[in-house]
């Protein structure tokens, strides 16, 4: 069997690592001349709109799948007629924009912050009048780790956010005082069967993931698996979904939803029977799914900007390290480490040394 990638960043990699045991070869297509899945994947390097770069990677595959949710909608049509194409084109289209995300929340009972769509500078001040301040400006297409989002919180914050975003279709959305990001994965298969991973516990800075823990037996993970679940029932979903959550003292709010894996779920390498990397191959390729039960407890902690020294990490006790084979840049996942341990009581204290090495070489 073989598996196509659109994107060959290390969520491509991570798949393809977890597809070989499994005896099926991947392809991917990026227009990096050596993105980091190169090594592990047969790579075609091209543009994801070039029809002759998707024509060929629909060739070689037999399903398509992507490691991130700014595919062009376009390329994902052209490659539907080749053959299948994992998340589906409508979860796609609802992940691409943070409005269609929102309101599918509303019509599906899945509680969301206030918001309000804003297409100029007068919607703008229609939105803080009904939502208050202080509240986010959020871009509706193209935003990620931060980017792409404004915290507004005197009025006369609203002009320079709405220019420094580039004045283009934005969302306003309250702010939340929250007390945990959450964020509840879950991997769907085409007969319908769902299973989902124990809570990840965030912690974000500069709005890029810093920390994941694995929560196994958390108070909310009924509720989030609920929410969840009919968000995958609603889409007809294949493969594995992220959707983040603010636990706020009214309980759970959906703050939005990855169509693909994702990085709080790094640890589930680790720390679940079977990978979200494995669970995602095995749904989309139609295989039957694995156990997503927790193996003890983990955490999983984000290089960004540089790798601390490899020997520094492989010396502490319970740690794997997940380089991506990246150049250092400012902002940049360049490799990631988890703990897994079975005593949860351990974690706190294995964990830190981890930071320690991460905040040592982060340039935020
Ligand atoms: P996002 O790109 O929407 O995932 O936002 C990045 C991060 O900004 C989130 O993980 C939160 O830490 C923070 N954030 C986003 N939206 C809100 C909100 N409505 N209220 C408070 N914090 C937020």
Redesign the pocket.
Known sequence: MRLGILGGGQLARMLALSAHPLGISVACLDPAPAACAAPVTNYLQGAYDDPSGLAELAGRTDVVTYEFENVPAESVRVLSEHGPIHPGPGALATAQDRLFEKQLFRKLGIPT?GFAAVGNPADLQRAVSELGLPA?L?TRRL????KG?KLLRVPGDLDQAWEALGAVPCIL????P?ER?LSVIAVRAPNGNRAFYPLSE?T?RE?ILRLALSRPGDPQQETAETLVGRLVDDLDYVGVIAL?L?QTSEGLLA??FAPRVHNSGHWTIEGAETSQFENHVRAVMGLPLGSTAAVGHAAMVNFIGAMPEPAAILTLPDTHLHAYDKAPRAGRKVGHASVRTLDGAQLDALVQPLQRLANEVADG
């Open positions: 912050p986010i959020k935003g990620y780790d931060g989002q959305e309250a702010f939340v929250f990001e965030n974000h709005g983040e603010f703050n939005e």
